[in-house]
Structure formats: structure tokens, C-alpha cells
């Protein structure tokens, strides 16, 4: 270990550029394996004034996290945009077209999040960029954390805007047929490796 | 079957009665629906997204029993057209009837071509009462000026409307005319029930 941190101060001399500053802030955290069976990815919006629920069924997540070491916490999700569904036959034809994810050119999302803090009440916020469609924007996922043994169950949910990131193009870049805002909920369950 | 006989039918055959009514109610519910959809405001949006999808299906629903249609018109000879009719009311008559025939097919055909080229379609597919795939129509897949074109087709869709409107005031009033002026029983050869009471009076 000693080892690893001093190399880490040698490559550190180099110029700073080279970004080691991170490295040496902190140990990164322990790293935990989704249970992709018990986990989901989900988000909900508005079709013509009725709402829906939905899921993406392929994601990945490398997730480092410890409550007592959350400055070298991390969380990295890539989404296969073309996995959504939402139960319905006709929505999910249109998603992964180019009006909305784009699949074939953007085929996935990815939130990166780097900051992760813990607030008053016990639960934690993860800050980070979201890019949807190569639109990379800010994103502040708020979330809460059970931790028993090895095991963990993470909730969080945060509502952002599908127009942010330009998904919904020609005739429904407004809110007349499908509501801008979108709900995004996350409920992971994974295991300490 | 020679063709006096048939000719000497008084009546259409079931067949060709029951496709006539369901036609005919089909067409009418369409016109409402369709008057009713193109109208509704921003507001009413998702009764508006529901119509459209009914209309879509009940729209190719007329095509395909149209079809079947002519199919049975070609194979089974409808009844004479009665004595004493002037040579300009029979060609009325046929040219009516065809040109029923002509806008069963071309309103449908017209409204999956507007379907098709519409803005909104690739991201919304037709699903026939929420269950048969309907492809677009492939001819205007990278067409680019959508809403123009588009428009252009809404217009002949409507255009094919309105003369079925027209086609049916026609039709329905010379059926009256037939059955309480001139008492031919022109109506009666493709009314089951009134056939039937009719029958059971007599």
C-alpha cells in the first residue's frame, strides 16, 4: 500500500495536468457489485396528460462507496438507451427512435459522479454530470443508503427535464403529447466485493 | 350460375348485406370521428391521440372489408336495378356505386399515406386496436419536408371526406325516394329487417 501511494506522489511530480491529485486525496472507497436481478432503473412521465412507468432493463454501474470514506466514493452508470420499456407496444417502438434516445447514434447514457456528500438527515447526494445524447449536464441525485453486512439497498429518485438534453425532437420538443418532465428512480441492491 | 338468374334475385345476398351495413356504419362513425378528432384542442390532447388511433384502425378495418367487398360484388351479381328506370338514373346509380367502391379504397389508402408521412411517424407506429402492426407506407421514409407534405395529403384525405358526405346524402336520399315515392322496393332489397317484416306480413 505503501508502495502504491508513494508511487502515486512520484507520478505526482509530474505535471499536474496529469490530474493525480484525486489519487492522492483519497483511497477509493470499496467497490460493490450490482445485483442486476434486484436492482432497477426506472423513470415515469406523462403521455397526453397520463402518466406512465418504465424501466431500463441493461445498465452498468461501478460504484465505489463508504459512508466513512466518501471522498473517494464514485459512481459511473452507462445505460443502454435502447433497453427502455415502458409496457406499451407503441411508446416503446418511438423510444429508441431518433425523435427520442437516438439508440443507433447515442447508444448510451452515462451519469459520472465524483462528489458524493451526506446531508443532515442521513441520506447522501451524488454530484455529477448526466449525458444523454452526447447533452452532458450538471445532475444532483439525491439517495439514500442501507447497508446490512455486504449487502446494500440504495434508493434515490430526481426529476429532470427530457428537453435539457434534447430528447423529443420535431413534434414533440414542447410538452403537448409527452410531458417534459421526467422522474428518474433508482433502487440498486448490490453486494460488497 | 347463369346470369338471368341472378338477375332475378329480389335481394342482395347476406353476404353482401352485412358488409353494406357494417360498411355504412363504419363510414359514418369514421366522419364523426374523424370531424370530432381534427378538432379537439391542445387541452383535450389525450382523447384527441385516442381518436386518432381508433380511426387509424377502424380506417384500414374499411379497407380490408372493402376488399372483401368487391371481391364478393365481382363473384355474386347484385339483383337487376328495377324496371322503368331512365338511362341517366341507372347511370347515376352505377356511378354511385363505383364511386362508393373508388372512395372506400382511396380514404383509407389516403390517410396511411398521411400516416406515413406524417411528422410524427417514426415515433409513432401504428398499432390496429392497440395490437396489429401497421407499417408506414415505405415511399416516404426519408422524406424531409414532412409537415408540408404531409398537409397536402390531409387535405386530399379530407377532399375524399367531404365527397363521401356528399356520395351519401345522395345515396341514402335516392334510397328513400326509391322506398316512399316511387315504392320499388329498391331499399328493401338490401334492408333485412324491414325485408323481414315485410315478409311476415304478407
Sequence with gaps: MLRIALTAAALCLAPMILGCSDALAAEPAAVWRVDQAKSTLGFSGTQTGKSFDGVFKRFEAEIRFEPANLEGSSIDVTVDTASAVTGDRQRDSALPGADWFASKTFPEARFVANRITKASDGSFLAEGDLTIRDVKRPLALPFTVEINGNDAIASGEVSLMRSDFGVGRGEFETGQWVGLDVRVTISIAAERQ | ?202
Aim: hydrophobic fraction near 55%.
Design chain 2, 1 to 202: 350460375m347463369s346470369i338471368a338468374f341472378a338477375s332475378a334475385q329480389s335481394r342482395y345476398t347476406s353476404v353482401a348485406i352485412i358488409l353494406h351495413w357494417v360498411i355504412a356504419a363504419l363510414i359514418i362513425g369514421q366522419i364523426a370521428g374523424g370531424l370530432l378528432m381534427v378538432n379537439l384542442g391542445e387541452s383535450q390532447s389525450a382523447l384527441k391521440f385516442e381518436l386518432f388511433q381508433w380511426h387509424k384502425s377502424f380506417g384500414i378495418t374499411i379497407l380490408v372489408l372493402t376488399f372483401i367487398r368487391i371481391a364478393w360484388r365481382l363473384t355474386h351479381r347484385p339483383p337487376a336495378l328495377p324496371q322503368g328506370l331512365k338511362s341517366y338514373e341507372r347511370a347515376l346509380a352505377r356511378l354511385t356505386h363505383v364511386g362508393f367502391y373508388v372512395l372506400l379504397v382511396s380514404a383509407p389508402v389516403a390517410g396511411w399515406a398521411l400516416v406515413s408521412a406524417s411528422p410524427f411517424a417514426a415515433s409513432v407506429q401504428t398499432y390496429l386496436f392497440g395490437f396489429i402492426h401497421l407499417p408506414h407506407l415505405p415511399f416516404f421514409e426519408g422524406l424531409e419536408n414532412r409537415r408540408e407534405v404531409a398537409g397536402q395529403i390531409a387535405e386530399v384525405h379530407k377532399l375524399i371526406a367531404f365527397v363521401m358526405i356528399g356520395l351519401l346524402v345522395l345515396h341514402i336520399g335516392a334510397a328513400l325516394k326509391h322506398h316512399f315515392l316511387d315504392r320499388d322496393g329498391v331499399l328493401l332489397r338490401m334492408a333485412p329487417f324491414l325485408a323481414r317484416r315485410k315478409s311476415i306480413q304478407s
